[in-house]
């Protein structure tokens, strides 16, 4: 949804970097509750939850409060932390045809062309120019842009990604 900036002020505001096209949709948000994960959560396990308690608009950026975070100092502690939602999932999708990221993971990755098997899907990075699929490969990760050149064709029902390995898997 996006990340905890600096800090503003003395009481333990923070700026919003937001990943979204909507960053006033944290306006609605406030008394629930969201993830904030250390970029290196992957490795340290470093997460914590807070509730969103206020929000102030300031030069046309929105300065979050978490509830428990009353400081400058506070908040530099989990400035660069991603925030993500921590209710149930409500985004249902429009067409039948659409599909959510995360629904990806654990799919086969198929080089369009040869129609070869070249990893699978690990993970994804969602990020506010384009997400990127993570790519386990028997050499490593390989990051692709999922945009639909490069992922042509997604096929849930045989469990494949469809992706255009030429372009994508060069760097490996």
Known sequence: MGRVGRSFGVKGYCRLIPYSGNPRRFIDDIGCTFILKSPRARFAGEVHRFQLEGIKEQDQALLLKWKGIDSPEEVKKFSGWDIYWDGPDDWVPDESGEIRID?????????????????????????????????????????????????????????????RWSVVGTSV
């Open 103 to 163: 629904q990806l993971i654990g799919l086969a990755v198929i080089d369009c062309e040869t129609l070869v098997r070249v990893g699978m899907v690990s993970d994804f990075y969602e990020r506010s120019g384009q997400d990127l699929l993570s790519i386990k490969t028997s050499n490593g990760e390989v990051l692709c842009p999922f945009v639909e050149y490069l992922v042509p064709h997604v096929n849930m029902s045989d469990g494949e990604v469809h992706v």
